[in-house]
């Protein structure tokens, strides 16, 4: 959708939804007709305004990348997950065409 916590999850009357997570359960905020008023319930949410709090943060750089930070992951890092405490405990993946893509492993964050 291009909206944070808005998804499409039918074709009905209100096909969009909002969702966060709350003390690791999924919450589902409500229906909607439009994305836009869905993003509209989101911006309204303590999530959205940690998130407002996180971007407001000085960027996290890694050879003239910005790494975008996630409290939600527990690698402190968005779309990089820690497995184990091997020789490469760490993995990133992203979400391509609606596939999970594993870019590798990695020894550190």
């Known amino acids: 959708t291009g909206f944070k916590g808005v998804y499409k999850v039918s ?3 209100t096909p969009y939804h909002v969702q966060v997570y709350r003390n690791g359960d999924k919450v589902i905020l409500g229906h909607f007709a439009t994305a836009e008023e869905a993003a509209r319930c989101y911006a309204r949410t303590p999530e959205a305004k940690a998130d407002l709090a996180v971007s407001a ?3 996290v750089l890694f050879d003239g990348v ?3 930070t996630s409290e ?3 690698s402190g890092f968005k779309c990089v997950c820690k497995l184990h405490n091997g020789a490469t405990p760490y993995y990133a993946q992203v979400y ?7 870019l590798g492993r990695y020894a550190t964050a």
């Open 96 to 102: 391509r065409k609606g596939k999970n893509v594993v």
């Open 72 to 74: 939600r992951s527990n």
């Open 66 to 68: 910005e790494l975008i």
């Open 11 to 13: 074709s009905g009357a």
């Open 57 to 59: 943060a000085p960027p």
